[in-house]
């Protein structure tokens, strides 16, 4: 996958949460505010999916800013729920659409031939690939070390704290994501510790209940 179909995905994964989290208010104020973040989510990825070039996330992603904007202006509980259902379904269809991104057309693939076929630009991609190919993969190299740490808290504390702990890390990642200035390498260096975090959190699973 696109790298920024990445980022975008990762604050799909973000927008959802707090979609889920509005359905489950019992007041409108709360259903808003938290359908106010997920909208602020999906604002924050409209540049990530111009430049991911996905064309059918992108009009997914627009629909439901549209639907989000009626969410938080109805007047009732029951008409923001109905929006609210609305919109994880989008967030959903634009989940899948980013994942399957590469075995469908895009305009980043056209886009892309149009500056290869650029004298003026022929030779600028290849040499800002390069530099952010050995950044990534020195970030990948550094964070093998976070991701043996992690494994270790795991498998040597007890399941409250270490889902704790790891939550927290998650957490401040997906904050992290949604910064609007923040660099390339940070934002590979918090969406690859998201992802190594989440498979740590698999493993922990559900705790059981202390009596």
Do not use: W
């Amino acid at each position: 996958m696109n790298i920024e179909c990445e980022y975008a995905n990762s604050n799909m994964g973000y927008a959802k949460s707090q979609i889920n989290a509005a359905l489950l208010a019992q007041d409108i104020n709360k259903a808003r505010f938290y359908a106010y973040k997920a909208l602020s989510a999906l604002e924050k990825s409209k540049n990530q999916l111009h430049i991911c070039g996905c064309k059918y996330a992108k009009e997914s992603l627009l629909e439901n800013i549209e639907v989000l904007l009626l969410a938080t202006k109805s007047t009732t509980l029951a008409g923001t729920i109905s929006y609210l259902n609305t919109s994880i379904e989008l967030t959903d269809n634009t989940i899948i659409v980013l994942e399957s991104h590469d075995i469908h057309n895009s305009i980043y693939a056209n886009d892309l031939l149009s500056v290869n076929s650029s004298s003026s630009a022929k030779h600028t991609p290849t040499i800002s690939n390069t530099h952010q190919n050995e950044l990534f993969t020195t970030i990948d190299k550094s964070l093998e070390k976070y991701r043996s740490s992690l494994d270790k808290v795991v498998q040597s504390v007890n399941c409250k704290d270490a889902s704790a702990f790891a939550t927290k890390i998650f957490n401040e990642c997906e904050a992290q994501l949604l910064q609007p200035n923040i660099s390339e390498g940070s934002k590979y260096y918090n969406l690859r510790t998201k992802e190594i975090t989440q498979e740590a959190l698999n493993k922990i699973g559900s705790c059981p209940s202390q009596r």
